[in-house]
């Protein structure tokens, strides 16, 4: 059973430019939500999706934004990068989020 | 609204020596628990799930965590640390309504050989 797959693992942006993180969730989940990882903030929920409709966003800037599509896959883009977006961008599927979520192994993003 | 506080920022233990994690939860509604665990350069595994089912919850790769409400606690123990336990661990928190993970700051698991 595939896991979760994100894409691409690693990028190189500079401030001003927009990025988008593609996100693949395990065949059947859902939900699929996502997770800046930085080593000041820790782990902090950027939004979740279920069946192409946003139930819940964190308490990121108008910048950040997603999606999902019909095949429950789902991107995240960032415009007018800021240096202080550098980070590791984790996606998390689920069938139920009472029992938990499967992480991709995240897509490196480091702004300069 | 729930939170998550992890005792130990670092925990150093010999090999074959027991771990204890410990983690706090805070959440006004019946929680769903977690412990995931991150290797360097990695993203995150689930050790183990508590979603009021028994108190006693066992795990992958010998880990178990017992969910206390009384003290709000649901701590990660692991009889004999193996040097591949060396990572880091979050203690996670779900109050199942509003979709979202709040994680602790993360213990830094270091095994001594």
């Given amino acids: 059973k595939a896991g979760v797959t994100q894409t691409p693992r690693y990028l190189i942006k500079t401030r001003g430019q927009q990025v988008t993180l593609s996100c693949s969730p395990i065949s059947g989940h859902r939900s699929v939500s996502w997770y800046q990882q930085t080593p000041g903030q820790g782990l902090q929920f950027l939004f979740e999706y279920f069946s192409e409709t946003q139930r819940n966003k964190g308490n990121f800037p108008g910048r950040f934004s997603g999606r999902q599509f019909s095949n429950s896959r789902s991107e995240m883009n960032v415009s007018t990068l800021e240096l202080g977006d550098s980070a590791l961008y984790l996606c998390a599927s689920s069938s139920d989020s009472s029992m938990g979520y499967t992480f991709g192994s995240g897509t490196r993003l480091t702004v300069v | ?113």
């Fill in chain 2, 1 to 113: 609204a729930q939170s998550v506080t992890q005792l130990d920022s670092h925990v150093s233990v010999s090999e074959g020596t027991p771990v204890l994690l410990r983690c706090n939860y805070s959440s006004s509604y019946s929680p769903s628990l977690f412990w995931y665990v991150q290797h360097p350069n990695k993203g995150l595994q689930l050790l183990l799930k508590y979603t009021s089912a028994a108190t006693l919850v066992k795990g992958i790769n010998g880990f178990e965590a017992e969910f206390k409400k009384s003290e709000t606690s649901f701590h990660l123990t692991k009889p004999s640390a193996h040097m591949s336990d060396a990572a880091e661990y979050f203690c996670v928190v779900s109050d199942r309504r509003d979709y979202k993970l709040s994680f602790g700051a993360g213990t830094t698991v270091t095994v001594r050989a």
